[in-house]
């Protein structure tokens, strides 16, 4: 399996836990996947590190769209508002993760050279 691949699936079963942790005000129940969803997503992170990529890459990019997706995810599901200023920050977010990408790639060519 890819880093990209694990990566992606790490993302969705964090959002998954941080979803159900609203989830459970309503059902305790999903109190288990909140444990089994958080305890998955970081032993899929490991394996994304073993694999090679960059610490800071990895999780800039689990925690971004972490918040990205749970955001969008919070206001279909639970019918949290979406404002301007949400949506500003979440922009912000994506951007800082675009930069931190950018700074591994030119650290790497640097290496490199």
């Known amino acids: 399996m890819t880093a990209w691949l694990l990566l992606g699936v790490a993302i969705l079963s964090e959002v998954a836990a941080t979803l159900s942790l609203r989830g459970a005000l309503d059902r305790p129940a999903l109190h288990a996947v909140v444990v089994v969803g958080y305890a ?41 508002v979406f404002t301007a200023l949400k949506i500003t920050g979440i922009v912000l977010v994506a951007a800082g993760v675009v930069v931190v990408e950018l700074g591994a790639q030119w650290a790497r060519r640097e290496e490199a050279a």
């Open 40 to 80: 998955l997503s970081y032993a899929l992170l490991v394996q994304v590190l073993k694999r090679g990529m960059g610490l800071g890459v990895a999780y800039g990019i689990w925690g971004a769209c972490g918040v990205v997706l749970t955001a969008l995810l919070s206001a279909v599901l639970f019918g949290e």
